[in-house]
């Protein structure tokens, strides 16, 4: 009978066991057992007492006792005892486990009463794994005996029971002149046994008819042929008909038995080392899910949580017990409706998994987003036993992606737009103005002095001054208008409804003012002004990028009408501006192409009209454009931060010249201009000092004029500039006083040299009494504070007259003397000696 695996209707023993069970009791004889065996042609006989089987006899154990002569033993010492059984109700598998857990060959099978009804050997077992396959596969050859063993026909039967016992072989082939004649079987020995024949010769007795097969058929073959003639033996032969082994009808089974036997083994130990594996991987889960940085919910088939993991916990704020045996939507959030479900059960159900976004409630109230994989689990059966949901937290990611989107599009600072957003918004406007046919305006704003406010207060307080700008300005726009920062302290503008030209200067002058007001930051009040420059679409460019330009051109021509302005663009003005970009190219090469050259401009005594100083001029001579006046270039190349390189060349130049004119005999006092940017430096002082000891000249012959600017921008920097100069002999002039930042103070707390009355107050000296009171307090002032003073711009001799009335100490003027080259002011200088 095979079989094939069912849980529900397992194989029982006693479908397949030998119920023809012939049995004796303890006292029988062996000469009694080896006739019942000779009669019934059986392998063997259960021992029993009392109807319960105590051992096993079987036609081996007989032989073996012939074969030595013992024949009258008692049974109780012949018997394998005790005996292995199984009850007729166990299944064949656990039969099976028995057989090889004990190692044993037989069971005897035995009823519930304990009584013993059949036996079942390992060959049954075998059977009844329905061994077909396995026999078509191989042939007899393989597992034939090739070299039985013979025994010669003149030898008796007792001789070769004793071969058989020894070699513990199931037969011996008879041979008579070295040519096989027959076979002498376990089963012959039994029967010669029985009958008493064991002095008789083989060759006389033993004339079964030897029945051979071919080597290469198969064993399925073999066991027919068996079948056929109902014997236990067979010869094989070769293809040329010699024999060649014997084979045996159990050799055929046990072939097949160890086989099954080691599958079995390996089966068992299979089974092993998957249930020690199991218990390993589910001890390993248990620690997964327990230190899982994500949280595991597992719910039986009704939904309802019989486990989370401490992430869980952590994630929702629920307690495992507070949530055991409760149904996972007690953290809906409310937030998806009835489909979202619906489709997600359906999902489940069909697919066995579910995954996506989803907002849940924490134990707090607080709604979260988080990523939820669900999974359902089936039994052996395929029916839903449990779900896994596992589910991370996704509010970190989101405020990332959000960050990430924010940082895309919006300035950190300001959180305004940024470049790439006001890119985006311009296009949009400018699509839908051209489509119905509307002006739009782009602004640029730049914060006045804003350099300046960072190097004054800090670059934290420079933040929050641009944040509060940003802020300003976005107050004061429509809806519907941008503002953004690209950077620095610009910001830039889309209007959209300017179609009105005074709406949009009233809103200008609105923002100027709105900027302008005081900004209180850490108890400082700051005062901030902007300069604003405005392109329209479509009079002055029609794509964004010009629009912008256009923009920016025109806040440099606020920026030159003073700050704190605004302008239009103009394609005259922008003219103007490309000119001062083409002058500040050209002027990064001036210096190479040594274009720069110093005229030196007298200083009269007014008391001797003598002059030993004068000051250096700088020119600019352009090679296309000719000359161009300092008061052109000198703010351009502060602008394009080149005037520290061209005002290290004025300092070298004049020294240079002084030390010339020295060696000529002239001892000439030259003053040189340096502008604020130059003491933002913080080491013009220095440079000073070491270009003058290059020359070796002593201090005096040199002087440093500075503006009023200075004090405003840098007043540190300006201070202790001065400081050092004068300490080292370098006289300290402040230049075109009046005009700029007049605060008395300075000349209060700067150690100065000398005064220069700006030219504007000079002009009307004749005319105009206010003027005239200005400059002799001025001069007055000045000597009070122990400071020589020079009236600038002199054109004429009336000025001269009322300033030598007013006891000023120096004039310079066109009526002097102009700037001049050095050769030319040399000859002016001896000249004026004579
Ligand atoms: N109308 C009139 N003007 C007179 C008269 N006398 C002299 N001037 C002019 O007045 C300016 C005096 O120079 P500043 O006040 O220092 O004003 C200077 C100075 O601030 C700046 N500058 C000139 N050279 C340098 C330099 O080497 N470095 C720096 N940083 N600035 C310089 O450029 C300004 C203009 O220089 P310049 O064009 O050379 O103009 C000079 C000079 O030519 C007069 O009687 N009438």
Redo the contacts with the bound molecule.
């Keep these: 009978m095979s079989r094939t695996p069912d849980r529900n209707n397992p194989l029982l023993v006693r479908h397949i066991a030998q119920t023809n069970l012939i049995t004796c009791t303890p006292d029988a004889t062996a000469e009694s057992l080896i006739r019942l065996m000779a009669d019934q042609q059986i392998g063997c006989i259960v021992v029993c007492d009392n109807r319960l089987p105590v051992g096993i006899v079987t036609r081996r154990d007989l032989i073996s006792l012939w074969a030595d002569q013992h024949e009258n033993a008692p049974i109780t010492e012949l018997m394998s005892a005790p005996v292995s059984s199984v009850s007729e109700w166990e299944s064949v598998d656990e039969a099976e486990h028995r057989l090889i857990a004990e190692g044993v060959r037989h069971l005897v099978v035995t009823k519930a009463s304990g009584e013993a009804c059949g036996i079942l050997s390992e060959t049954d077992v075998v059977n009844s794994h329905g061994i077909e396959h396995d026999l078509f596969l191989r042939s007899v050859e393989e597992i034939a005996d090739h070299a039985p063993l013979t025994v010669d026909g003149n030898s008796t039967v007792l001789s070769a029971l004793q071969k058989l016992k020894a070699s513990d072989s199931s037969a011996l082939l008879i041979t008579q002149h070295n040519e096989v004649c027959g076979i002498f079987t376990e089963r012959d020995a039994v029967t010669l046994i029985s009958q008493n024949m064991q002095d008789h010769n083989l060759s006389d007795l033993c004339n079964n008819p030897l029945v051979t097969i071919e080597q290469n058929l198969s064993l399925y073959k073999a066991r027919k042929v068996f079948h056929q003639h109902q014997f236990q033996h067979l010869a094989i032969t070769n293809h040329e008909g010699k024999i060649t082994g014997l084979i045996s009808y159990s050799d055929i089974l046990q072939s097949v038995e160890s086989d099954c036997v080691y599958h079995l083994r390996e089966l068992l130990n299979e089974q092993d080392r998957a249930l020690e594996q199991s218990q390993h991987s589910l001890k390993l889960a248990d620690k997964v899910i327990e230190a899982s940085m994500e949280a595991i919910v597992i719910c039986d088939k009704n939904s309802l949580i019989l486990r989370v993991n401490p992430s869980f916990t952590e994630i929702t704020g629920y307690t495992s017990e507070e949530v055991l045996g409760k149904n996972p939507s007690i953290l809906s959030s409310g937030r998806h409706n009835e489909r979202f479900y619906t489709e997600m059960w359906l999902n489940l159900a069909e697919q066995g998994f579910w995954q996506g976004e989803i907002w849940n409630r924490r134990r707090d109230g607080s709604v979260y987003p988080e990523w939820l994989s669900i999974t359902s689990i089936r039994d052996d059966s395929g029916n839903i036993s449990q779900y896994a949901a596992i589910f991370t937290d996704l509010t970190e990611i989101k405020k990332s992606e959000a960050r990430i989107k924010r940082l895309a599009y919006f300035d950190e600072l300001t959180r305004l737009p940024n470049r790439k957003l006001f890119n985006d918004r311009l296009q949009l406007s400018l699509g839908y103005a051209k489509e119905h046919q509307h002006r739009i305006a782009v602004a640029y704003i730049d914060v006045d002095f804003f350099q300046q406010i960072n190097d004054l207060y800090g670059h934290e307080t420079g933040d929050k001054v641009l944040k509060e700008v940003g802020r300003r300005i976005e107050h004061e726009l429509d809806n519907g208008d941008t503002v953004a920062r690209f950077g620095g302290d610009e910001f830039n503008l889309i209007l959209t409804d300017v179609d009105n030209t005074p709406h949009i200067s009233e809103f200008l002058n609105r923002l100027l003012n709105t900027v302008n007001q005081p900004i209180l930051i850490d108890d400082k009040e700051l005062k901030v002004t902007i300069s604003i420059g405005v392109s329209f679409y479509p009079t002055d460019a029609d794509n964004a990028e010009s629009l912008l330009k256009c923009a920016d051109s025109a806040v440099h021509l606020a920026k030159d009408f003073g700050r704190n302005s605004f302008r239009f663009f103009s394609s005259e003005q922008h003219q103007q501006i490309q000119s001062r970009y083409q002058m500040g190219s050209d002027l990064q090469a001036a210096l190479d192409n040594g274009e720069f050259q110093l005229?030196y401009?007298p200083k009269v005594c007014l008391q001797t009209g003598r002059s030993d100083s004068c000051?250096?001029?700088?020119r600019w001579l352009h090679p296309q454009l000719g000359f161009i006046?300092?008061?052109e270039f000198?703010p351009l190349a502060e602008d394009l931060g080149l005037?520290n390189r061209?005002?290290d060349f004025?300092i070298a130049e004049a020294c240079r010249q002084i030390a010339a004119w020295r060696k000529q005999g002239a001892e000439i006092n030259v003053a040189?201009?340096?502008?604020a940017k130059?003491f933002q430096q913080g080491d013009i002082a220095e440079r000073i000092l070491a270009t003058l000891q290059q020359q070796s000249l002593p201090a005096h012959l040199l002087s440093v004029?500075l503006?009023e600017s200075c004090f405003l921008y840098c007043p540190e920097e300006t201070k202790r500039a001065i400081n050092t100069l004068r300490s080292q002999g370098i006289q300290v002039a402040i230049?075109?006083f009046g005009t700029g930042y007049s605060s008395l103070s300075y000349i209060r707390t700067m150690e100065l040299d000398t005064l220069?009355i700006d030219?504007s107050f000079l002009v009307n000296l004749g005319d105009s009494e206010v003027d005239r009171a200005i400059v002799t307090s001025i001069i007055e002032m000045s000597h009070i504070l122990g400071l020589k003073v020079v009236a600038?711009?002199?054109?004429h001799q009336s000025q001269m007259n009322i300033l030598k009335q007013m006891s000023c100490d120096q004039l310079?003027?066109?009526?002097l003397a102009?700037?001049m080259p050095a050769d030319a002011f040399i000859n002016w200088h001896q000249h004026q000696k004579a």
Excluded: C, H, W
């Design positions: 005229y401009q000051e250096a001029l700088l006046s300092p008061v000198i005037i061209i005002g004025v040189v201009n340096v502008s130059q004029e503006t230049d075109d220069k030219r600038e711009g002199i054109e310079q003027g066109f009526l102009r700037p």
